[in-house]
């Protein structure tokens, strides 16, 4: 359901508000869909660490060094790649300016939003 043209100006000027307000308040508060955690990352990190901890495990039983150091570097690449964020890149994606999301789905009032805000940034500067 859309907002109003009335409803989407006020909505624009308690952001802006926010933003003079407790600039750091709001930029904590702004989400960053492109880069934020995804669950398949984290499901195969934590399938990376248990294979690492299994290698581990093999070196520990055959005691081999070299097969136990492998194993814990791998259990380290998993926990490592479960935890970051993603980083999606677009072909698309010029230098300091993000790409275009379509609007609609999860997350599509939000995305217009901060489309409109970065425009609206774009065009003071």
């Known amino acids: 359901m859309a907002l109003s043209e009335h409803e989407q ?6 952001e802006q ?3 003079a ?5 709001a930029h904590s508060m702004a989400s960053d869909t492109r880069k934020s955690m995804s669950t398949r990352r984290l ?3 934590s399938l990376i660490t248990i294979a690492g901890i299994l290698v581990l495990l093999a070196g520990i039983v055959y005691q081999n060094i070299f097969i136990g ?3 814990f ?6 926990v490592y790649f479960a ?3 993603s980083k999606q890149v677009d072909g698309g994606e010029t230098a300091g300016r993000p790409s275009k999301t379509p609007t609609g789905g999860k997350g599509g009032f939000m995305t217009s939003l901060e489309d409109k805000w970065d ?3 774009r065009d003071q500067s």
């Open 69 to 71: 150091v492998a194993g």
């Open 119 to 121: 425009e609206r940034k």
């Open 17 to 19: 508000q926010l933003h």
């Open 73 to 78: 570097l791998i259990m380290g690449g998993g």
């Open 43 to 45: 499901v195969i990190g």
């Open 83 to 85: 935890t970051t964020k």
């Open 9 to 14: 100006r006020l909505l624009d000027q308690l």
């Open 21 to 25: 307000d407790d600039p750091k308040f």
